[in-house]
């Protein structure tokens, strides 16, 4: 029993500690556009990042943490030696966490998601054998994270290309704006809801009928839609500012939906990461406290709340200068363009997340920023981060897997 | 650490080209005092302008080599690089322009003639307003890129463009003016004063044309 507490302990102190830094360093991809364009002050920011990425990683964070809790390593083979599986998500914890420690200090921009199915991938791998691998649903896995930014980028690029056709290419944007402006929010808060309302709230034990869901999310999505048109009311053009930037006010007014696709945004990115953190723990929880591995055993809702938590520290901590710092460096990215990008990451995350696929939600938004560049959208994308994203990614793999396995064979040695 | 989204944008051209123009508009513009100040024969007056259009064209060169470094072949940008360089380049060569000229007429300590004072002044207000009206073309370009170069926004720039080529058009008929009538008093000048004064009035005209090859380079972004 002391053991599985060690276990247990071990577990959610890793576990917690890779939330933090989840919240620490990618929750600014959500919110620093918002922050850099004004439509949100930094407290602002971090309270509804901490509210949005919290309710996302409860109501829908379930599905993608079973997948990296059960759905990789395949547990059949281990029942008769179920420690070794925590040894390995242990170690996956530990590997990850040690690998985006060395990477993001060289600056290499690597992915939690990437790095934690590596090591998992790894461990399993070499430290059981080969066959302990669904290696089916690794190439699932694998495949979405050419298909996430990929998707991603195409829907940034319609909705870009719409906003541009229905409203900047107009003698009067600002009154194009006025109208459509609430439509965009509509369908971002519909897209949002109903994906969590049949995806998500199965987890915390509500059941909805399909058509149910629909009423649902039309309803909310009406009644955000209106919070919006009200905000969208208020703003009046200033005519000073206007003489610099024609577009200013109308970029005023995308900034009120900006902060409903930030909310989006940090929901997704909630339910998609906070896996990263507690999927491991979740599985040694699994096994420590019932000894056996149970692959029917339900997702106790504290460890989500714990994850959930850890990112909200890892925001309120650091998350305040990494925005800022973000915030400032993105200012290409305007409300009308950000919005578009957020919104077709956020709806790929969040229709990801729904299947229990982990990707990398900022992969996904650098997709979406990519796609609204394709529409002539951003001044200038270089196109050499874009190469190292790519490489890091390729690297990223074998080298969560190759320090699982090591640190894999450490606790096998040593832990009791 | 490292942010992936912050550091998928370059550095965005298109403030700087902005602000590139503004001071090479307000280095044409000193073109105004410092020839007012020949006309009246101020020498320390033409000195101090003149080392104000220098420091001008200077700030304006440094900016330029300052955009293009920033500007590698690895940006990608809604268009092509070249024509923004491009763009730039004709832009330099309005400050160019200016600086050549008061070069010219400080070196050789200049005047201009009394009986054609009046109407070189008007001469170099026109190719003034030429390069203001360049610089009024080149600050639409941030709003250019935010619609995605399309629509009402084209039109206004198109708009713009033309009326610089109408402003252009309206210096060289001034320049063909003003040189007949140095023409006409050329005999009781000093040959090698008429010579120069005749190359004056060309550079001066000059900043117009580089003024309205700004459009140009600008109505390149629009296609």
């Given amino acids: 029993m002391d053991a599985q507490l060690v276990y247990i302990g071990l577990a959610a102190i890793f576990g917690l500690f890779m939330a933090w830094g989840i919240g620490a360093n990618d929750v600014a991809n959500a919110m620093a556009t918002s922050v850099g364009s004004k439509a949100l002050t930094i407290k602002q920011a971090i309270l509804v990042a901490a509210i949005f990425e919290f309710a996302g990683a409860v109501l829908a964070g379930g599905e993608v943490t079973s997948t990296i809790r059960k759905g990789i390593v395949d547990a059949d083979m281990l029942s008769a030696t179920p420690e070794l599986l925590v040894y390995g998500m242990l170690a996956s914890l530990l590997a990850a966490g040690t690998w985006l420690l060395v990477a993001s200090r060289s600056g290499w921009p690597v992915s939690t998601t990437h790095s934690i199915v590596g090591a998992i991938v790894g461990f399993a791998a070499v430290g059981i054998g080969i066959e302990a691998v669904k290696w089916g649903k690794v190439g699932t896995i694998v495949m979405s994270w050419v298909v996430s930014p990929l998707t991603a980028g195409i829907i ?51 059941e909805i009928s399909v058509q149910q869901a629909y009423l649902l999310a039309v309803a909310i999505a009406v009644g955000i839609a209106l919070i919006g048109s009200f905000f969208i009311r208020k703003i009046q053009p200033d005519p000073k500012a206007e003489k610099d930037q024609h577009y200013i006010t109308v970029e005023r007014v995308f900034a009120v939906l900006m902060v409903v696709t930030a909310c989006g945004m940090a929901f997704a990115h909630g339910s998609n990461d906070v896996a990263n953190a507690i999927g491991p723990l979740a599985a040694v929880i699994g096994i420590a406290t019932t ?8 997702l106790p809702i504290w460890v989500l709340m714990l994850g959930g938590g850890g990112i909200v520290i890892g925001l309120a901590t650091f998350g305040r200068h990494v925005i800022a710092t973000v915030g400032k460096k993105i200012t290409q990215l305007t409300p009308s363009r950000g919005f578009a990008a957020e919104l077709a990451a956020a709806t790929t995350i969040v229709i990801a997340s729904g299947t229990g696929i982990p990707i990398s939600t900022t992969h996904t938004l650098v997709g979406a920023v990519l796609g609204v560049g394709m529409a002539r959208g951003i001044e200038a994308i270089d196109l050499r981060i874009v190469t190292r994203i790519f490489v890091s990614w390729v690297v990223t793999i074998p080298a969560g897997a190759i320090l699982a396995i090591i640190f894999f064979f450490a606790f096998r040695a040593f832990l009791p | 650490m490292a942010n992936m989204l912050a550091n998928i944008f370059g550095s965005s051209p298109v403030e700087p080209l902005e602000k590139h123009i503004d001071i090479v508009y307000r280095c044409a513009k000193s073109l105004r005092p410092f020839f007012a100040a020949v006309i009246e024969g101020d020498e320390t007056r033409m000195a101090e302008c003149r080392s104000q259009i220098e420091a001008l064209e200077n700030e304006a060169d440094d900016l330029k080599k300052k955009i293009r470094t920033h500007m590698p072949k690895s940006l990608f940008m809604p268009v092509p690089r070249e024509d923004l360089l491009g763009l730039l380049l004709v832009q330099d060569k309005i400050a160019n322009r200016a600086k050549d000229v008061s070069g010219v007429v400080i070196g050789r300590n200049m005047r201009i003639p009394e009986p054609i004072a009046e109407e070189f002044r008007d001469f170099v207000e026109s190719n003034i307003d030429a390069a203001k009206q360049a610089r009024k073309s080149v600050r639409e370009l941030d709003e250019l890129f935010t619609v995605g170069f399309k629509g009402a926004e084209v039109d206004l720039i198109s708009e713009l463009i033309e009326e610089l080529d109408q402003m252009e058009t309206e210096t060289d008929k001034k320049q063909t003016e003003i040189r007949s009538a140095l023409f006409k008093i050329e005999k009781t000048l000093d040959p090698v004063d008429a010579v120069f004064l005749y190359e004056v009035i060309q550079l001066v005209g000059e900043i117009s044309d580089m003024a309205e090859r700004v459009g140009r380079r600008l109505e390149l972004l629009l296609s």
């Fill in chain 1, 156 to 206: 940034a690029y319609l909705i870009y290309r719409s906003v541009q056709k229905l409203i900047l290419v107009h003698e009067n944007p600002l009154e194009r704006a006025r109208r459509y402006v609430p439509v965009y929010i509509f369908l971002a808060a519909f897209t949002m809801t109903l994906v969590t309302i049949l995806k998500g709230l199965k987890h915390v034990g509500l």
């Fill in chain 1, 291 to 298: 000894g056996t591995i149970a692959a029917k055993s339900s």
